[in-house]
């Protein structure tokens, strides 16, 4: 009884007193900021730039002694409460330039990095292809090559795993801010890896310094990592939110409400001419996995997106298995029902705008049975997995 009560005890004591994820910023500080001792050192990061304590970079910097000369902020801003443009400004904790990559440039000029040795990313991603933060680290990449600049990225989690793939790669007309280079809608990645691809794959040439993770695991989702959610915009409120957002983001480029204006945004998704009920029950006879639809009406408030003040009705879309949820899929299977139920109301054609490939957006629209939707990108995903192994920096 007593080996048994022992045993016990000492998996409890491993549960509870598990070391949980060490960021790159944590391993930074524990090998003492080697790479940026003696320089002059710049930093492009927002409210989710943490340590595992929670204190922010710009206060683990300046504490440890580090020569912090400039900041740099991504789409919403330093403390990531902006939802549209954002004007360069003066940070006023540390007195600190504070530049705008999400304002009149989105690639720091020459005259930005006068001045500066190092440039230091810390931003959480959540793994999607059109969520701007990766782009804005691709231009910064490029902008320190062609500056002889230095790069160093702590990395972070991608919080939706390191496993899960899906969607078409982005066509090269289709290129841009929310497409940086062609890769999948969900990218199973890291930004320490995208960025050691980005480098080698498309000759940047930066001279680039990833600090890795310590502990993390591709199979890990936000909630098993041991680090707390910061939101990394304003409507990304939830590790949830950030699972569901490549399937519902996926649409917001036509006319739908994907519930911005309201608690749950990429939780939600209608608009004024739908009917509830009709829509809910159209989405559940595809028994889509991992995945529920229930009807529900909102308006949304307070909001510079669509329907502001507008009645919609729609559905509530709730997780009901992680594992087997296929984002991409479950995203052109609601745009398939919306083009079989409102084809004269729903703007179909706005799809491609964020599947950004042409094939892709046509034949899904045209498909008998959109839960095989998967199989249009089956030989994108296929290159995908040789090209994106190479580049892998977590094997477990």
Known sequence: MRFVFTMLSLIWANVVFAAPVQLGIDVLAARKFDVLRDKRVAIITNQTGVDSSGTHLVDVLRS????????FSPEHGLYGVKDEKVADSVDTKTGLPVISLYGKTRKPTRQMLQGVDVLVFDIQDIGTRFYTYISTMGECMTACAENDVTFVVLDRPNPISGVRIDGPLADEKHLGFTAWKPIPVVHGMTVGELATMFNAEYKINAKLIVIPMEGWKRSMYWDDTGAKWINPSPNMRSPTQALLYPALGLLES????????????????????????????????LNLPGIEFTSEKWTPVNTVHKFNNKPCQGVR????????????????????????????????????????????????????????????????????????????????
């Open 64 to 71: 440890n002694e580090v020569k912090l000369v400039k900041l």
């Open 254 to 285: 036509s006319n739908v409400s994907v519930g911005r204006g309201t608690e749950t945004p990429f939780e939600l998704l209608g608009a004024p001419y739908i009917d509830a009920d009709r829509f809910a029950e159209a989405l559940t006879r």
């Open 317 to 396: 879309v709730k997780l009901t298995g992680r594992d087997k949820f296929q984002p991409v899929t479950t995203g052109c299977a609601i745009a398939w029902t919306l083009n079989k139920l409102y084809p004269d109301q729903w703007s179909g054609k706005e799809l491609v705008k964020m599947l950004q490939n042409d094939k892709a957006a046509v034949e899904v629209l045209a498909l008998d049975d959109p839960t095989k939707a998967r199989s249009l990108w089956a030989d994108d995903l296929r290159k995908w997995i040789v090209l994106r192994d190479k580049y892998l920096i977590y094997r477990d």
